[in-house]
């Protein structure tokens, strides 16, 4: 740096500087006052009144410190707390909050033989035979409870277990077949369902040397036996080939995704019953294949399913997926020279997999750190819930768990996180209610002080236009124009703009009226006069030397217009004429709440945005209604 360059640099830095000593000792000014030499005491600022006043109310200072807090909250929380506002998730709705997701059992880490997940909660059978259910369990609509395992499953020991989306079968050591959950869609049953496969009648018992595996899925089951039959029962709705798998031969094992099931034969091909549901795919050593053509000259040792995508391991231990491929569950990790899977599991969005190494890995979604693995170098099993992992090692350890514990505040009915959705909703509401409230009182200020100030034929006119303004019904006018923008090609946040115009431009009537009355009392005093005298400008004389004397009116109708434009943006959310979802706010969370469901059995998804903008609200108003009181001259202190 040469001497000019130091010199420049000296000077912005010395007036740098000196403007903050400046804003200093302004602030110092309005808040503390100033002591004159030859006077006793202090000239106090009416800043410092305000001060004095405000804290003197307890209620004021709490209300004043969880509003601070809340306005923190939702600003720099989404910093912390990421959300695909286009995210959902059909496995994980409806979830009350809990935070055992990952809680396996203790009587079961040091003995386990098989774990199984599809949706909100997961199962694990012992070495010995115990089955164990983890997780969000219960079915508030259906009244059921999955953690209630029936007592012949107890008693008998468990040979064979699988989880579905919202049921449970296994198979005891007696051979029954016992099912309990959700049975609307015929998930276990042997009665004749609307669009459903009746389970076939097991009443006989099955004996456990014919069986090779038990799989649930989606409202669906199956059961696999050793000479190569599958029986597949439950929603044929909800999985369309399920008819083409069940009776098929030579089967070695059966995986479903949300919509699909898929077999794997005893040749090592894949069939999905005739159904076309794979075209390109994805392979750990190729890249981009087609998956017809890859797989046919190829063995499939093992098959496995997310939510869309299906996993082959081949015989050369290479890996293919496809499907609907999302969330990088094509994005395999990397490997070691001369490392390759031998076993993968499948989750809802992501896969887990163990190396020849005995190294574990995951891929897929990791919004929950489902596929941050840190396991390496010893034998050992993956399994997958639907949003963990888990690894055992060969002695049937539990070893390491990874992924979603649990949701603070439950899911909605699209399977989003209720917490996640208030806090980025909070931000949304807390922005659209300051900016209106900005836009308000600009316009108040402008009007209010033109009115009061010159009188006459302004004034006339312009409190006739306020007139106009105050005479539309609000609320209605509000959800007119904002259903009138849906109809223009404008994006979301241009929408959400015009939304913070409507409710300013609505709203400024009354501080507008406020005004004037203030600056007609104001514009008769002596400092206005003296004004005049030095050759002020009018407008001069109305905003810089009036202005700052209303200034406390203008503040506390702020406060308390805050609160109204935030119950106003809500209102019109709820009524669906605000803010559109899938982008939260608290009012079109609460209307998606609207209704006696979810009203009568998931309370979380309206108790929480309404408590966020209750306390919200209260404690705006209690703070304005402490500024009002604080800035009266009348109070008595």
Not at 69 to 84: E, N, Q, R, T, Y
Not at 204 to 223: F, H, T
Not at 329 to 355: K, Q
Not at 360 to 385: D, I, P, R, T, V
């Amino acid at each position: 740096m040469n001497r000019k360059q130091q010199n420049v640099f000296q000077r912005a830095f010395h007036a740098t500087m000196y403007a903050f000593k400046r804003i200093g000792v302004w602030i110092k000014r309005a808040f503390i006052g100033k002591r004159l030499e030859g006077l006793d005491g202090q000239i106090e600022s009416p800043s410092r009144l305000l001060k004095e006043n405000f804290f003197a109310k307890k209620s004021a200072v709490a209300a004043l410190f969880v509003l601070v807090a809340l306005f923190l909250f939702v600003f720099i929380a989404p910093l912390f707390v990421p959300m695909d506002v286009n995210y959902t998730d059909a496995l994980q709705q409806n979830l009350a909050p809990t935070y055992s997701l990952c809680s396996v059992p203790k009587k079961l880490r040091g003995s386990v033989r098989y774990i199984d997940g599809f949706s909100g909660f997961t199962i694990g059978v012992s070495r010995q035979g115990e089955l164990f259910v983890w997780g969000a369990s219960k079915d508030r609509l259906q009244k059921t409870d999955l953690k209630k395992i029936p007592d012949s499953v107890q008693r008998e020991g468990v040979a064979f277990a699988a989880a579905g989306k919202d049921h449970i079968l296994a198979v005891t050591k007696n051979g029954k077949l016992v099912g309990w959950g959700d049975n609307s869609c015929g998930q276990y049953s042997t009665s004749p369902v609307l669009n459903a496969l009746p389970m076939p009648d097991f009443s006989s018992g099955i004996e456990l040397g014919s069986v090779r595996s038990l799989v649930c899925g989606y409202q669906v089951s199956a059961l696999v036996y050793a000479d190569g039959s599958v029986q597949a029962w439950g929603n044929v709705n909800a999985v369309k080939n399920l008819s083409a798998i069940n009776g098929m031969q030579n089967v070695q094992s059966v995986c479903f995704t949300n919509a699909a099931a898929i077999a794997l034969l005893a040749d090592g091909s894949v069939s999905t019953g005739g159904e076309h549901l794979f075209q390109s795919a994805y392979s750990l050593r190729e890249g981009r294949v087609s998956w017809a053509s890859y797989l046919q000259n190829k063995r499939v040792m093992g098959l496995t399913a997310t939510g869309k995508c299906v996993c082959a391991l081949t015989e050369d231990y290479d890996v293919v997926v496809a499907g609907a491929i999302e969330n990088g569950e094509n994005e395999f990790p990397n490997l070691l020279d001369g490392e390759y899977f031998t076993v993968v599991d499948g989750g809802a969005r992501h896969f887990v997999g163990v190396t020849n190494l005995g190294n574990a890995y995951g891929w897929g979604h990791n919004a929950y750190g489902q596929c941050k693995l840190s396991f390496k170098g010893e034998s050992a099993q993956a399994f997958a819930g639907a949003m963990q992992s888990y690894i055992v090692n060969g002695e049937g350890k539990l070893v390491q768990t990874a992924g979603l514990k649990g949701y603070l505040m439950g899911t909605d009915g699209r399977g989003r996180d209720v917490f996640a959705r208030i806090v980025h909703g909070g931000r949304m509401t807390m922005t659209v209610g300051a900016v209106a409230v900005v836009i308000s009182s600009l316009i108040a200020v402008i009007v209010g002080c033109l009115a009061g100030y010159f009188g006459g034929v302004v004034d006339t006119l312009l409190m006739r236009v306020t007139e106009i303004f105050s005479s539309i019904p609000f609320l209605p006018f509000a959800m007119l124009l904002s259903q009138v923008i849906r109809y223009y090609d404008v994006s979301e946040g241009m929408r959400i703009f015009i939304i913070m115009l409507i409710l300013g431009a609505l709203s400024w009537t009354g501080l507008a009226r406020m005004l004037r009355g203030q600056v007609l009392a104001e514009r008769e005093k002596e400092f206005v006069t003296a004004a005049k005298a030095v050759g002020a400008s009018p407008l001069r004389v109305a905003f810089r030397h009036i202005l700052p004397n209303v200034v406390s009116v203008i503040l506390v109708s702020m406060t308390l217009d805050f609160a109204g434009c935030l119950l106003t943006e809500s209102s019109l959310s709820y009524l669906g004429f605000g803010v559109q979802p899938p982008q939260p706010t608290w009012g079109n969370m609460l209307n998606g709440s609207n209704n006696s469901t979810v009203i009568q059995n998931y309370w979380w998804q309206w108790l929480f945005p309404s408590l966020f903008l209750s306390l919200a609200v209260i404690c705006i108003n209690v703070v304005g209604d402490a500024l009002r009181d604080a800035l009266d001259p009348k109070n008595s202190r």
